[in-house]
């Protein structure tokens, strides 16, 4: 187990360092001025000049990755072009929202995607999984921005005589952080849920087809004890790995419902940053992003050996 782990620590700071990469060439092959976003519109070409020489980009590209990978080496990713602020510092101060954001809607749309999932599975072609067939086309059908919209809508601005008035808008909806997260964890959750329904609903139908559960039944044993303990287990391995993957991926896509709901996490720092061309805080970002979908993908290997006993760690 540990040299599995050393292995995956090793890959994971290589892809680190080949996305880096990547983000370093793009962004600076961009047709975006960095020197007229921190000058502004009206800077003299004298002030444009000394704007890159502070900022180190009038050195050759090659040296400028050097100094860049080698501040990235000590932990520094930087600073921010627009405000002089550490780029640690600014995600630092929005990363907790984001994953608050995140878990919520993870533990709601794996959980309901996996239990809804065993129900219709359990109950194949019956009026139970032709309701539940339906919600999931829905669900698939209706973007997370959508879903963010029609909630906000009817719990935020509807009367309060239709008995939907859960939430007010202002400093009341300002005072209680879970309770404003709600709403977020549901528009976020509902697409993804769908999806995992439909994973899981397929992945129990499989497993229960499988001689091993055959076998069980006719041991004698329970239902409820074949379709949890030995069919669930089983097939929990596809469901779980494109969970690592969501998982850690959806942390820098949360840009449209934090922005509905006026979150202030790294969505939203994500797209203030676009729009000023603060590169430092859009590498710094992917390298977040990218940390957590290979941490999500690590623990999710290593819980294959806990989930299905004929999968060995090496």
């Known amino acids: 187990m540990l040299r599995f782990v050393i292995r995956r620590l090793l890959y994971a700071a290589l892809v680190l360092l080949l996305v880096a990469t990547l983000v370093f060439v793009f962004l600076h092959v961009s047709p975006v001025a960095v020197e007229r976003v921190i000058g502004g519109p009206r800077a003299s070409?004298?002030?444009?000049?000394?704007?890159?020489?502070?900022?180190?980009?009038?050195?050759?590209a090659i040296v400028q990755y050097g100094e860049w990978l080698a501040r990235l080496a000590r932990g520094d990713l930087g600073e921010s072009y627009v405000n002089g602020t550490p780029v640690a510092t600014l995600i630092a101060g929005r990363l907790p929202t984001t994953l608050w954001l995140v878990f919520g809607a993870g533990v709601l749309w794996f959980l309901g995607g996996v239990a809804t999932g065993v129900f219709s599975a359990?109950?194949?072609?019956?009026?139970?999984?032709?309701?539940?067939?339906?919600?999931?086309?829905?669900?698939?059908?209706?973007?997370?921005?959508?879903?963010?919209?029609?909630?906000?809508?009817?719990?935020?601005?509807?009367p309060a005589e239709y008995g939907v008035h859960l939430f007010e808008a202002g400093p009341p909806l300002q005072e209680h952080f879970l309770q404003r997260m709600i709403l977020p964890w549901i528009a976020l959750a509902f697409l993804l849920m769908a999806t995992y329904t439909r994973l899981t609903r397929g992945a129990m139908l499989d497993v229960l087809s499988e001689d091993y559960i055959r076998?069980?039944?006719?041991?004698?044993?329970?239902?409820?004890?074949?379709?949890?303990?030995?069919?669930?287990?089983s097939a929990l391995t596809p469901?779980?790995?494109?969970?690592?993957i969501d998982l850690?991926?959806?942390?820098?896509?949360?840009?449209?419902?934090?922005?509905?709901?006026g979150l202030q996490g790294v969505g939203q720092l994500v797209y203030q940053s676009i729009a000023l061309g603060d590169t430092p805080v859009i590498i710094g970002v992917t390298l977040m992003v990218t940390f957590f979908v290979v941490l999500a993908n690590l623990l999710v290997d290593v819980g294959y050996s806990f989930l299905d006993p004929r999968v060995r760690l090496a």
Request: hydrophobic fraction near 45%; charge should be positive; avoid cysteine.
């Open 122 to 158: 359990t109950r194949a072609r019956g009026l139970g999984d032709r309701v539940i067939t339906v919600v999931v086309l829905v669900g698939l059908s209706t973007p997370a921005f959508v879903m963010a919209l029609v909630l906000l809508y009817l719990f935020s601005t509807k």
């Open 239 to 244: 469901v779980v790995t494109q969970f690592g």
């Open 215 to 233: 076998t069980a039944r006719a041991k004698g044993l329970g239902e409820r004890r074949v379709v949890y303990r030995h069919g669930l287990r």
């Open 45 to 60: 070409t004298e002030t444009l000049a000394q704007i890159r020489a502070n900022l180190g980009l009038d050195r050759p």
């Open 248 to 261: 850690g991926a959806l942390i820098g896509s949360t840009i449209v419902t934090e922005k509905v709901f």
